[in-house]
């Protein structure tokens, strides 16, 4: 089975600092699909980055981009240039490239910009 | 275009009652799945469907039923609250296929209290 680990609960960051949010997962597919995902005050899930495991490039969106290493099995978060409404709980999280509704989560970091 | 769209936001129940959330997209989208949301758990799949007439277990499926007679519609039920099932529930659907994201497009949330 995939498991989703977030090993940091918290994290707090300087405006305009750059900040980075660790993901790591368990899997023994070789195709499949990274994600981060927002979770600000409001509830609603908001899509970041997603990163295909067969692209070896990493993905990039704007002052978000991640760190994907495959053979690690690792999947970093950055944000660069941090902004207060980029306050929010973010979770990692996988999905088999053959079955669109299992999204694994991980536990999630709550990350606070300090103005 | 709406989106997915989810109600009632807020629900009280006691013990033993029984409810149905209803979630909604008008996306056309052939996948559709229920999510809860307890502290310190990230998100956990309870039910998916995918596509009217087909439905199936995630990984916390007791205690809720689901059907899906519409592409549109995919309501969760709960047949009789208990305590264990306050939560935040989320509905997501996702279309795939012919290039698309595999982007799961998440509903606001319906916070349940169950006392």
């Known amino acids: 089975a995939q498991t989703v680990t977030q090993s940091q609960p918290e994290m707090s960051v300087q405006e305009a600092e750059t900040v980075t949010l660790s993901c790591t997962y368990d899997?023994?597919?070789?195709?499949?699909?990274l994600f981060w995902y927002k979770q600000p005050p409001s509830r609603q899930m908001i899509l970041v980055i997603r990163?295909?495991?067969?692209?070896?490039q990493n993905a990039t969106e704007n002052r978000f981009s991640v760190n994907f290493q495959k053979a690690a099995k690792s999947f970093s978060l950055k944000i660069s240039d941090s902004q207060l409404g980029d306050t929010a709980m973010y979770f990692c999280a996988f999905m088999k490239s053959h079955n669109t509704d299992k999204l694994i989560f991980g536990t999630g970091t709550r990350l606070q910009v300090f103005p | 275009n709406a989106g997915v769209t989810q109600t009632p936001k807020f629900q009280v129940l006691k013990t033993g009652q029984s409810m149905t959330l209803q979630c909604a997209q008008d996306m056309n989208h052939e996948y559709m799945s229920w999510y809860r949301q307890d502290p310190g758990m990230g998100l956990r799949l309870i039910h998916y469907s995918v596509g009217a007439g087909i439905t199936d277990q995630g990984e916390v499926p007791n205690g809720y039923n689901v059907s899906r007679s519409t592409t549109e519609d995919f309501p969760l039920r709960l047949l009789s609250a208990a305590p264990s099932q306050t939560s935040v529930y989320f509905c997501?659907?996702?279309?795939?296929?012919?290039?698309?994201?595999?982007?799961?497009?998440f509903g606001p949330g319906t916070r349940l209290t169950v006392t």
């Open positions: 899997t023994s597919e070789n195709n499949y699909y």
């Open positions: 990163q295909e495991a067969y692209k070896q």
């Open positions: 997501a659907s996702t279309q795939r296929g012919g290039g698309y994201s595999y982007e799961q497009y």
